[in-house]
Structures are given as C-alpha cells and as structure tokens.
C-alpha cells in the first residue's frame, strides 16, 4: 500500500491554498484568510484518513491568495465595511415546504450570519436511468436556492455509488448496471443538472456550482485501506439500525453486504468533499437521512471538527404523486426531464391540469416565484371570475421554462394550442407531425381511409371502441377533424381532410386524440 506521499488528502499548506476557492466574492475570498486555514473549508480538522488514492482534478481549480501580515490586516479592514447579507436559505426553504429535517439548528445561522464565509452545499443522484425525473427536481431547486442565497453547491454523480445501488425506500436488491448504461445515464444527468442550475445564467452563480462524480475518487480506493480508516469508525449496531436496512432485513429477499455498505459510501463522500471541496452540507429527499447522518457521523468522528466548522445534513420531504406515491424513475409513468424521454408538452399538460387543490404546493416547492406573488395567485382562485386552470397555467409555464427553457416552453404552448378543439390554429402537417410523438398514431392507407365515415374511422383507428360511442359523441358536438367540430353524422373523409396529403388529427373529446398517419 502506498505510505503517506499518496495521501487522499492534501495536507499542510496545499489545503490553505484550497481554502478560497470556494468564496467567490471578494469579501469572502478575504475571509477564508482569518479563518483556521488547515483545511479546505476554513476550519481545523484533528485527525484525517489517509487512504490511497488520486489527487483529484477540482483540486487544480483553486486560486491561492497571499497570506501575508499585510493582507490579513487589509482583509480585516475590507471586512469592518463590507459585510454581506445573505438571505435566510433555512427559513425561505423551510416557508416554501422544502424542508423536512435538519441534523443541527445551527445550521439556521451559519447559513445567513455575514459574518461567516457562505456555505457549500452538494446533493447526490445515482445514475440508475438515463435522466433525473421530477422528484429529483426538487434536489436541484434546494441547490437553486442556496446559489441564489449567495452560497455555492455541487452536484455529485454517484458514478460510484451507482455501482452499488442505494436500497434507501427499496423492497428489492438493485438490479447490477453494466458500465456502458452507467456512463450514458451519467452524461444524461449531468447535462440535465447543468442546463437546470444554468438557467438563470447569472454568471456568478454559474461560477459557484461544479458538477462532480464520486468515481472520480472512489476508482482507486483500496479495500484495506478504506476498512482501516473508514471503517474502523462506523458502528455496525448504528447501521443496522438505519432504516433502509432495517426494512430489508425484514424483507423474505434479506439485504447483500453490497447494498449494506452503501450509507459507508455517501457517508464518505461526504467526508470526503468536506474535506476537499470545503462542501459544510448535504442535502437530500427525506429518503436520505440514514445516508446523510452517515456521513455527519464519520465526519464527526474522523476529522473532529471544531463546532463552527461542523458538517450538516438537510432534508426536504418527498414530492408525492395524489395517490401518495413518491414521484420517482422506478415507478410507472416517471415524469422525466429530459426532452428525448418527455416531450415538453407532455410534462407542461402534466402540470396544467394538476388539481387545485396541489397547485399551490407546487408554486412553492417547484417555482421561485416569490412568497407574495404564490398568496395573489391563490387568492384569485378564490374569487367568483377566476378562471379555472389559470393558476395551473402559470405553475406549467414556470416548471416547463426552468426544465425545457425558453424553446421547450414555445414548443410545449405551440403544441398545446395546436392540440386544442376548436382550436383556431390552421393544423398543418408539420404541426402535426410535430405532436405526433405526444398523441397516439396510428399508420392507414390512403385509399382505405378515404371516402370513410368519420365514425368508421374513429372505430377502426382504434380512438373509441364502437360504432355507437361514436355516434353519442358526435352528437353530443365531441368528435373532431383536424381541430373543426364534426357535426354531421354522414361526414366522410375527402381528399382536403388529409393534411398535405399525409397527415390526419381525429380527438374524441378534449383529451382523447389520435393522429392518422396516410401510407
Ligand atoms: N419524489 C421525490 N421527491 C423529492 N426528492 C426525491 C424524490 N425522488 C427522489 N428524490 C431525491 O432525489 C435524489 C436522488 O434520488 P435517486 O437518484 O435515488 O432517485 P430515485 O427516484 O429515488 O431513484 P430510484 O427510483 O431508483 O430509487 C435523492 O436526494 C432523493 O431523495
Ligand atoms: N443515495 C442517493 C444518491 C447519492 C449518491 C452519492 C452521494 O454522495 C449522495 C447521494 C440516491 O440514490 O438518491
């Protein structure tokens, strides 16, 4: 094994030039200098593991201010006037329902007292599919909000940990990933986070966010070494105690040493970015906390942090489906977000017709729209003119613009107003084409589907199951060509039907459409 001149961690003073990387603004970068600097976030560390292992590549990105006498005495005085006020990160997250637990009140004031450096906050996603879903959404919008608090945040791949598969809220063991999945899953997420925490483009906050992955660190860590320095401190009775293994110790299937070891896993990382990223807290879906107290108690214990300097752990409740169900990637329906898994559309009609009874909970969990501006919205849906759905309207355009952006967005409304009955938009066969991914479609004939009777058509393009349902419909005014009414019971298909020769759009009332493709 090799000795100590491969240490994991940097030691002595190249962790005091590490230590200001993290404080971007020139108030902070001075304050890193008065504090404790034998770490890289500021504070002193007792005792460190020294498993083998790479430097890794964030350790280059740090700049090294001057330690002098004279710039410490600048610093203090820079410092006397230009404290900065930070938002209260705790309480906003904490008035929006963001917030579930926390591993320390302390946490209340280290995160707004200006006279302490800003925090840096990570949240974890395992590449277990090929894009993060809506649960996951809330993860990047709690980092959203620490960056908009003046904080920074990493996002961390679990290249690593998605080897191994987390059971937290798992009944059964995790099917194994082969490399190949793992590394396009891993290049989905990250495109996904960059272009969400991106979003606003205000480049100070894009200086402050990294995105980061534990097999960056985790690839040459070595067995023996990780069970004498980690392990030695992990307590088996605290990890069986932890839910995620209790409830599969219960289970008929039982739990493997694998899966039983993974809180080790983000436990360490945890300490690991600690130590090297200057990274003071995890945060993470309710589902987390057994992970999350993982790694506070390593950290605790191994490197012995002074009080100020401690790490901490936050959790937001888990965003539920009506049925109460967690939003999720295992479960049926997954709300994903990437744009090749979800069109745009869909995820905006998600969101445009969730009842008025969540619509508020999702403005405030899933928005940034201030507290005052979510109170008006929900006292208009109270007034007698309201008009239904224009709350939801709101909360699908926001969602769709932070996920999709500004074109995703043109494309869901495009899609949606083509999509409408009645709609006034002329349906050409680009646009149809276009919401052909979003809508059932069905290939005919061209010779089989003209001169048809619509109520033929609807039947045997499999839109509604018969003959007489088809009637009804059209009768009661619910059956469409093309967005135009049928109000005809005789109406057949004619040659002008057929959009561009190729294309035609039937819907059985407003929900129920079917695209005809012409062969
Ligand atoms: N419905 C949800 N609401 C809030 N947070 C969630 C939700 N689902 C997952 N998360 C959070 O997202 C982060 C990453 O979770 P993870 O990658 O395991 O997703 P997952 O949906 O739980 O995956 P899987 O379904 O495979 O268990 C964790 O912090 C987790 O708590
Ligand atoms: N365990 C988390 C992902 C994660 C991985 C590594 C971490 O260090 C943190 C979080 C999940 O599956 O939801």
């Keep these: 094994?090799?000795?100590?001149?491969?240490?994991?961690?940097?030691?002595?003073?190249?962790?005091?030039?590490?230590?200001?990387?993290?404080?971007?603004?020139?108030?902070?970068?001075?304050?890193?200098?008065?504090?404790?600097?034998?770490?890289?976030?500021?504070?002193?560390?007792?005792?460190?593991?020294?498993?083998?292992?790479?430097?890794?590549?964030?350790?280059?990105?740090?700049?090294?201010?001057?330690?002098?006498?004279?710039?410490?005495?600048?610093?203090?005085?820079?410092?006397?006037?230009?404290?900065?006020?930070?938002?209260?990160?705790?309480?906003?997250?904490?008035?929006?329902?963001?917030?579930?637990?926390?591993?320390s009140d302390n946490l209340r004031s280290a995160c707004s007292d200006p006279t302490l450096p800003p925090l840096r906050v990570y949240c974890g996603f395992d590449p277990t599919a090929e894009s993060l879903h809506l649960g996951n959404l809330i993860g990047i919008i709690v980092l959203s909000w620490f960056l908009r608090c003046g904080h920074s945040a990493v996002a961390l791949v679990g290249g690593a940990?998605?080897?191994?598969?987390?059971?937290?809220?798992?009944?059964?063991?995790?099917?194994e990933l082969d490399p190949q999945t793992l590394e396009r899953n891993t290049a989905g997420i990250v495109d996904t986070v960059r272009r969400i925490l991106g979003r606003r483009n205000a480049a100070a906050e894009e200086d402050r966010f990294v995105v980061l992955n534990n097999y960056d660190w985790w690839k040459d860590v070595k067995l023996l070494d990780f069970l004498r320095e980690v392990g030695r401190f992990a307590r088996v009775g605290t990890m069986m105690s932890k839910d995620s293994v209790r409830k599969r110790l219960e289970s008929e299937q039982g739990m493997s040493y694998t899966e039983f070891t993974y809180q080790l896993l983000q436990g360490y990382d945890f300490l690991y970015l600690f130590d090297k990223e200057g990274v003071r807290v995890q945060i993470g879906g309710s589902d987390q906390w057994g992970n999350i107290t993982a790694g506070t108690d390593l950290i605790r214990k191994i490197l012995q942090p002074a009080e100020e300097g401690a790490a901490y752990g936050l959790t937001f409740p888990l965003l539920l489906k009506s049925d109460g169900t967690k939003f999720g990637k295992s479960e049926d329906g997954a709300l994903w977000l990437s744009h090749s898994?979800?069109?745009?559309?869909?995820?905006?009609?998600?969101?445009?017709?969730?009842?008025?009874?969540?619509?508020?909970?999702f403005l405030k969990t899933l928005t940034f729209l201030s507290m005052d501006e979510i109170a008006e919205l929900e006292s208009k849906m109270q007034r007698p003119d309201y008009l239904p759905n224009s709350v939801q309207r709101r909360l699908a355009e926001e969602v769709t613009l932070l996920v999709h952006?500004?074109?995703?967005?043109?494309?869901?409304?495009?899609?949606?107003?083509?999509?409408?009955?009645g709609a006034e938009t002329r349906l050409d066969s680009e646009t149809i084409e276009r919401i052909a991914g979003d809508v059932p479609s069905c290939l005919l004939p061209y010779n089989q589907v003209l001169n048809l009777s619509l109520v033929d058509l609807s039947v045997s393009t499999g839109l509604l199951e018969t003959k007489s349902a088809a009637r009804r419909l059209l009768q009661q005014g619910g059956l469409y060509l093309n967005n135009s009414r049928v109000t005809s019971e005789g109406k057949k298909v004619?040659?002008?039907?057929?959009?561009g020769g190729k294309v035609l759009l039937l819907s059985a009332g407003k929900k129920n459409k079917m695209v005809v493709r012409i062969s």
Aim: with cysteine; aromatic share 8%; net charge neutral.
């Design 1 to 103: 094994m090799p000795a100590a001149s491969s240490t994991f961690f940097l030691g002595g003073s190249n962790q005091r030039l590490l230590s200001s990387s993290f404080f971007l603004t020139t108030v902070f970068k001075i304050r890193t200098l008065l504090l404790p600097t034998h770490s890289t976030n500021g504070y002193h560390h007792h005792r460190r593991p020294r498993l083998s292992g790479p430097n890794c590549s964030f350790s280059s990105s740090s700049s090294s201010p001057s330690s002098s006498p004279s710039s410490v005495r600048h610093s203090q005085e820079t410092l006397a006037t230009q404290l900065i006020h930070r938002p209260n990160v705790v309480e906003i997250l904490e008035e929006r329902g963001l917030l579930e637990t926390l591993t």
């Design 161 to 175: 940990t998605g080897r191994v598969g987390d059971p937290s809220g798992k009944s059964l063991e995790r099917p």
């Design 341 to 361: 898994m979800l069109s745009p559309y869909k995820f905006y009609q998600h969101f445009f017709s969730v009842p008025d009874a969540d619509v508020v909970r």
């Design 405 to 421: 952006g500004q074109e995703g967005l043109d494309e869901a409304l495009k899609a949606t107003d083509a999509l409408r009955p």
């Design 494 to 499: 004619e040659a002008e039907d057929i959009v």
